[in-house]
């Protein structure tokens, strides 16, 4: 099997001596690194889970694979092919093979116009004028379960979930190989979101399709991603298959993640690990070790040094972190 | 003094529209005992909202209340004139609202939006600044009182959802209501908010109304739970009767749902097949019998009875009716 995609290294500032003061070679100190040196690789048909709290950079990172923002530094492979850097009209050529769903599923259909013309649109915009659009929009909304009849509707006609639907049927039009979903069920009920998860989870059996799905909703990724990512301040903190991670959680910051997962279980033993205070500022970040004003298991050396780099609790799982399961002995 | 401090009773909303009455609640019965945690769960479009709106009487226009009494400490909220409502909100009952980026003015800091709430008060500038710093210690907010002078957009959500609930703790209210207060934000964060309302309402000694579709939250927050399902109440009781013996065939199917239940990995998660019904022109029996998986024929035709399958537990069902029969 080879890599569909493979990031290396990549990192995304944020108003980095963009402006005049900038290019002349004085720093402005604003800039922030919003993703700062993220690196993993999809396989084709596989779904890979990256999860974090807002402002953690999820959000950034899928923007920068799908060319909406730019990356500074590392390498987008696609099938080989770099894709950070490309001027937009090179990077067109991609969008075909790479399809995002957005946050906001009612918000990133635009109100003016119907079904149809939002489900074709990918057509007009990659010049494709040989397809019968008409039966185009059938066949997607066949595809995602929903009546023929809504190609004529608007937007506001839908309900969140149908929305949800649309913005999966549009991310279908081109025969996409990568789907970059942004918090696919937020805002949906319990059961609308097992329809569509379910519905992602037959389309990828059918069609081949790999996804990297953005959440922060652990239940989700669960059950349906293969690997998983746990970001913190724009890095990784631990990554592996997502089976592992969930039986064997290193990082602390990943098991207070899995623990913060309210059971709907009254009666539930709840093993709580609680966070001391916000996620810090991406300005100033933390010194040593980023997670240690809030990690309730630092010790002295987490204060001073910067965890050692990437370490492997097994082939497929890895983690940064001084004191790896520290919290096994803290409860003993 | 009556042992609820809330009493909701065959309460029926109705909403004018185009295509007739639009029946967003019909004949729901809540109660709310005095310094208990009530959870309202639901899913969306279920009239969860419109339940509290009509509370804090903050109803959209084309509102009518078809029928049913709402009693708070004594009174009957829907005989209260517009002025006496107003007196009540804020003081005695007050509200936590969903999203925390738009709760509060983002041109005056925190400082001037805390003491501008307390109007009401006779005391000094100083003393009421003095308490929105206790107010904001108490929610853990950490160094008080040089927060006072900051805007709303120098704090994180999660800091400004704590602001809100603050403020709506200010006059020490009876009753807060809370509207998907954690909805908003991350799972560490929601959390924090939860363990702070557990211990702020234990403190006070208020009730608390909150509002959530988030099974687990309701679980770990509420001693009892109220189920909605389009625009009905479909079952009450103590969290522990309804999650571990749903009695109701929705709850049941809400319950399977949820991802967290579901301890092994699937590819194929659970659902409850069909739509919501329309609201303007409902099926004749019970609500739910189009998507019910026990259905049989007396729920197609008859509107079901709210039933006790056991003391203090209430479904909207047929079934629970035969098995305390049974």
Redesign the interface.
Known sequence: MTALLEVKDVKVRFGSGQGLLGRLGFSSGGSIEAVAGISFSLQEGETYGIVGESGSGKTTLARAIGGLHHAQEGSILFQGADLRGLAEAQFRGFRKDIAMMFQDPIGSLSPRLTIKSLLTEPYRIQGLKDRDLEAEAKRLLAMVGLPADFAGRFPHQLSGGQARRIGVARALALDPKLILADEPTAGLDVSVQGELLNLLARLQDKLGLSIIIITHNLNVVRHITDRMGIMYLGRFVEEGRTDDIFAQPQHPYTLALLAANPEPDPDAQLARIELKGEPPSLIQRPLACEFHPRCPFVRDNCRTGAPPGWQSSSEVHSHRCHWPADWQNAEA | MTADILKITDLSIHYDTPRGALKALRHVNVSVPRGKIVGVVG???CGKSTLISTIIRLLANNAKVASGSIVFDDQDLLALSETQMRGLRGTDISMVFQDPMQTHNPVLTIGRQMTDIQYRDKSTTAEKRNRAADMLALVGIPDPVQRLDQFPHEF????RQRIAIAMALMARPKLLIADEPT?AL???????I??RLHELQAEIGCSILFIS????????LCEEVVVMYAGEVVEQGS??DV??SPSHPYTK???D??????KE????????PGEIPDLVNLPAGCAFAPRCSQVFDACRSNRPAWNECKPGHHALCHLAETETVS
């Open positions: 899913e969306s479009g994180s959500g999660g800091m909805t991350d799972a560490t964060l929601e959390v924090q939860i363990k579709h988030h099974l687990g939250v309701i679980a770990e969290v522990r999650f571990h199917a809400l319950l749902c949820d991802p967290g239940h579901i990995k699937t590819r194929s998660l659970p659902t409850i």
